[in-house]
């Protein structure tokens, strides 16, 4: 009998370990790999970012499925209070607008109400 509740306690306690882990990852941080080369001067492809979720304004979940697959459904989220405005050179972490589970690693070079050129390869922000 001892050994059958220890094996029970034991699985009570891997399914409170899971679901806290999953809460951390989808409220809190998560650990990224950087896919691309745009950043290489500073971060390379394969580089490991702990990402802050809740800096620049936690979003809730859009999505409630089976994690790492497509299998599940969209809900209705929002966003909440932000405790840092995104500055100009900031690093931001962003799900790829046509592939949701994708996830891009770049810098900020211009904010609401900027005016961003390029010309012959220079980036001029706000005419600088």
Do not use: H
Request: glycine share 8%.
């Amino acid at each position: 009998m001892s050994r059958k509740k220890n094996r029970l306690k034991e699985f009570k306690e891997l399914i409170i370990l899971i679901i806290v882990a999953l809460t951390i990852k989808t409220c809190l941080i998560e650990i990224y790999i950087v896919p691309t080369g745009s950043m290489e001067k500073t971060i390379l492809i394969g580089d490991m970012l702990v990402g802050n979720k809740f800096i620049y304004g936690m979003r809730t979940p859009n999505w409630i499925g089976i994690p790492y697959t497509r299998a599940g459904f969209y809900i209705p989220s929002f966003r909440f209070p932000k405790f840092k405005e995104i500055k100009n050179g900031d690093v931001v972490i962003f799900e790829f607008p046509r592939d949701p589970f994708q996830k891009y690693v770049k810098r900020c070079i211009g904010i609401a109400s900027d005016t961003i050129e390029i010309k012959k390869g220079d980036i001029y922000i706000n005419d600088n």
